[in-house]
């Protein structure tokens, strides 16, 4: 075969497909011409040469292995002369789309089994070899086995691809060095080793992005787990999300366990089954992918905008997901080769087959296109004008436009077979027919004159006039449901729902995708009218936030998760923002709380639950945000600086951070409402001196300060999506004028020494929620610690009336309003307020006697407490907490409604009158009587 020299008119194509590549060509012009003389463009690359070359740029002068600053540079300057040399033979059209991701697969196959082997030499000389102890207890020589996940799994890597790994070992054991370690140790600095070999920039760039996200329990968790864990993991824990990442998971080095890690990864992934569990998983993960789709209106995404890249390879795999327990052939990773195998079998027709195979093949190659110009991972179109068109001529356009064109009949060709895909239309059980005109005439009798009027002047708004065709259909189509619902309630609701149903409409009409997720649910679209007459609240959420309608649209409502479930929720959302990617990662934690808030707010008002379920779950919306935020900026923080030291002089990790998070107020007493701040206090237990173990050092102070103050703004910086939480820091340790973090030691003499009796009784109620469990254990002994100490009766009583007195005289209601008969559910005497702080008093007064009222932050669990030691009857102690909670459960019913919390009087003086006695029994007269 005759070589394909780089002649003018071949460098002419390399300058307008690449800046990366043209510049390398520039700037190292003998050794690149070198290399692609020795490696001519119109040949291909086998698995031997491939080794050669690796071989080569690690060897040095003498034939040996290099130093490891040689090895990084000569790996570094090999991958930018494979990196030239396929964005050439990419440009002038020397090489298939399936020939191309091989080698760029394999080329990192055989980096990381080069790079592996590299790092074990270097820390079995210091440590010795890694061993476990099997099921008989014998002690075996361990391997770590690096797993490819994504396109890598697949090997169909991109041109400047990030590589998703997991790390799995065989066990538990120790190394047999000199130097021993646990094999747990060995394996993260192997692994770790590993990743620094190959994704470390330096001067001459990097190998390849490697990205641990997809390993169980994501960042924070070991870089490496053994097969126990993972097949618990597997068993336990695993979600639907990560059989489609597990699906393209391949093991690419040689090892002695592959059978075994096979028979974990194979159950786990196929059912034996046809999976018709699957189709339920399946429409939320493309429902996901939709609201994604419409919340991003992202049309420059070629894999993530509708139409891309993702939705092709979510059809493939969800057939595969679905069939490929019982259909063999269907077990195959690629996404061209598993779209031919489902046309053979006729799960894909032959149309949709080519229209799929054509639009994968002009995606793909458009993204190499849009990557090859800097050497970026980007699936985004350029909109510099200039590479626009240099980017149309190479994939062989006249201009932009002319790409254009052909990209959006690919997308639209892929959405008809990606919107088919395993919809379920739900029809309405009760209504066979819905005869419109006589609804629309019965609504008319029943709406008052004034929401006719708003009714008229929304079809003549120019909003409707102005609406597409496509629009106007589906508003048309969802009117006629939307009408029907109306009728199914009483004449006062659907009063009250209607102008919040016509801003709703007036939201979602231009997004009119929303009004196709009305037509699809009739059911829960005529439970939208009661929700909307309910709670002012939640219709401005759903109008200022319609992407929210998925969520109650698909009755999320009516299981309520428990706080894991939410944290596996929200764990795949966040493993769906891109990296570096700071306002998606803000924008998931806001949508979450905002989705899993509705969910509850739904459940409270149409599955009428319980008020401290509300309550649970609504706190457990808060902990998990926090913990996952707190997570994130960690790993961010030590990505940067490196670890902090603790008090013991040792590197904390993800695990044992030495931070931790506590809530006080409705959050310490797992009593959150829906519109709660968080009161946070932040401890460590961090050597604030010691300097943080990275390349750009800080001292531990800073360290714990700069986290405190990220995760603040994590959780209160104002978004698109509005803010998750309003953070609320004045309980730390001297209010306003004090640290925003503070040590443990620091914290407890604080509280022995300078806190005031109203922050004593504000303890409490506070607990700890997320964080280093050593820090977490150490704030609860402080906590008993201050709370059983001994205090003079009298005193606790004035301490505590006085706190009262100051917030009733503060808060409560004025005298002309008493006069009028009104009632403050909460501040007024007889209300929630008089029960929290009885609660308080009896921890306070009582717990050095009786420790057990030191436990709970709760005040339903204090006062059953308090009933058992005998010093308030047991039946006085019940009937307060039946008081409390009918207090509580009246303000969220009014906080969803948006009414105030000031109400009559009539309704409420039994209740008053009991809780008063109470209150003069156990602290003391009133400035002024009831």
């Not at 490891?68 to 000569?74: C, L, P, R, T, W």
Request: charged share 25%; aromatic share 8%; glycine share 4%.
């Amino acid at each position: 075969m005759p070589t394909v020299l780089p002649t003018p008119e071949a460098i002419n194509v390399l300058q307008r497909a690449s800046q990366f590549g043209f510049q390398l060509w520039q700037n190292k012009p003998t050794v690149a011409q070198s290399f692609i003389k020795s490696y001519p463009l119109n040949q291909t690359l086998n698995e031997q040469v491939i080794k050669d070359l690796i071989q080569d740029y690690t060897l040095d002068d003498e034939c040996c292995i290099a130093d490891e600053i040689s090895v990084m540079k000569g790996l570094r300057t090999l991958r930018n002369l494979m990196m030239l040399r396929w964005i050439w033979q990419d440009a002038l059209r020397l090489i298939s789309l399936e020939q191309l991701t091989w080698e760029l697969s394999h080329f990192a196959d055989e980096c990381l089994i080069f790079a592996k082997s590299y790092v074990y030499q270097t820390l079995i000389q210091k440590y010795g070899e890694p061993h476990f102890y099997d099921t008989k207890n014998r002690l075996q020589k361990d391997d770590l086995a690096i797993i490819a996940m994504g396109k890598m799994g697949a090997k169909e890597l991109n041109l400047s691809s990030d590589i998703d790994l997991i790390f799995v070992h065989q066990g538990q054991g120790e190394t047999d060095g000199k130097k021993c370690i646990d094999t747990k140790v060995f394996m993260k600095k192997w692994g770790q080793g590993i990743i620094e070999l190959l994704d470390k920039p330096t001067q001459d760039g990097f190998v390849f992005r490697i990205d641990m996200r997809l390993r169980p329990w994501g960042d924070g968790s070991d870089l490496a787990i053994h097969l126990s864990a993972l097949e618990k993991y597997f068993a336990q824990h695993g979600r639907a999300w990560e059989r489609f990442a597990w699906l393209k998971a391949r093991i690419v080095n040689c090892i002695d366990f592959t059978d075994n890690l096979q028979q974990l990864i194979q159950p786990f992934v196929f059912r034996y089954y046809v999976d018709y569990s699957a189709f339920s998983a399946l429409r939320e993960m493309k429902s996901l992918i939709e609201n994604q789709v419409t919340q991003r209106q992202d049309t420059d995404n070629i894999k993530l905008g509708a139409g891309g890249i993702r939705d092709i390879e979510f059809i493939v795999q969800s057939f595969q997901l679905i069939y490929g327990g019982r259909v063999l052939p269907l077990k195959v990773k690629n996404c061209l080769q598993a779209m031919q195998k489902l046309h053979e079998l006729d799960y894909l027709d032959a149309q949709t087959y080519e229209n799929l195979a054509n639009a994968y093949r002009f995606l793909r190659r458009l993204e190499h296109g849009i990557q090859a110009i800097h050497d970026e991972q980007t699936q985004r179109l350029p909109s510099d004008p200039v590479w626009q068109q240099n980017l149309a001529n190479v994939l062989g356009f006249d201009d932009w436009m002319a790409l254009l064109t052909c990209l959006n009949q690919h997308r639209l060709l892929v959405k008809v077979p990606f919107d088919n895909l395993v919809t379920e239309r739900k029809h309405p059980v009760a209504v066979v027919e819905i005869k419109h005109d006589q609804n629309l005439e019965q609504l008319s009798t029943r709406l008052t004159e004034e929401n006719q009027q708003k009714l008229t002047n929304f079809w003549q708004s120019n909003l409707v006039k102005k609406l597409s065709d496509e629009a106007k259909n589906r508003l048309d189509t969802a009117y006629p449901l939307l009408v029907y619902a109306l009728l199914q309630v009483d004449k006062t609701v659907a009063n009250v729902a209607l102008p919040r149903l016509l801003n709703l409409l007036e939201s979602v009409s231009r997004r009119s995708i929303y009004l196709v997720m009305l037509s699809e649910n009739p059911h829960a679209t005529a439970k939208l009218i009661p929700m909307l007459a309910s709670s002012p609240w939640i219709a401005t959420e759903l109008a200022n936030h319609p992407v929210l309608l998925d969520s109650f649209l698909r009755e999320k409502y009516r299981h309520l998760p428990n706080k894991d479930e939410l944290a596996d929720i929200l764990r795949q959302q966040l493993l769906r923002v891109e990296p570096n990617d700071e306002e998606g990662l803000l924008n998931a934690f806001r949508f979450f709380k905002k989705t899993q808030v509705l969910a509850v707010a739904s459940s409270d008002i149409l599955a009428e639950r319980p008020l401290m379920k509300v309550s649970d779950s609504l706190t457990f919306i808060a902990e998990v945000v926090l913990e996952k935020a707190l997570e994130r900026v960690f790993a961010d923080l030590v990505k940067k600086h490196g670890y902090p030291l603790n008090i013991q002089g040792e590197p904390v990790n993800a695990n044992q951070n030495g931070f931790a998070v506590i809530g006080y107020g409705k959050l310490g007493g797992l009593e959150m409402s829906y519109s709660s701040d968080l009161d946070l206090v932040f401890l460590h237990d961090i050597d604030e001196q010691a300097m943080t173990i990275g390349d750009k050092p800080i001292s531990g102070m800073q360290f714990a300060s700069r986290l405190a103050q990220r995760l603040m703004n994590y959780l209160s910086t104002q978004t698109r999506d509005g803010r998750a939480y309003e953070i609320d820091m004045r309980l730390r340790p001297s209010g306003q004028a004090g640290m925003l973090v503070v040590s443990c030691h620091a914290y407890l003499l604080y509280q022995e020494q300078k806190a005031w009796a109203w922050e004593h009784q504000a303890l409490v109620r506070a607990r700890a929620i997320c964080g280093d469990k050593q820090v977490m254990a150490k704030f609860n002994t402080i906590r008993r610690k201050i709370l059983c100490m001994p205090r003079e009766l009298n005193a606790v009583r004035i301490d505590v009336g006085e706190m009262r007195h100051k917030m009733q005289d503060h808060l409560g209601t004025k005298k002309h309003m008493k006069q009028q008969g009104k009632f403050h559910l909460k501040q007024d005497a007889g209300g929630m307020v008089d029960i929290e702080f009885m609660a308080q008093f009896a921890v306070l007064a009582y717990a050095s006697d009786y420790p057990e009222l030191a436990v709970w932050s709760d005040n339903v669990r204090i006062f059953e407490e308090l009933g058992k030691t005998g010093l308030v009857d047991k039946a006085i102690c019940e009937r307060l907490i039946e008081c409390y909670l009918s207090l509580r459960a009246k303000t969220h019913t009014l906080a969803l409604a948006e009414q105030s919390t000031v109400v009559d009087d009539s309704g409420w003086h039994e209740l008053r009158i009991f809780v008063d006695e109470q209150w003069q029994m156990l602290i003391g007269q009133r400035p002024e009587a009831l």
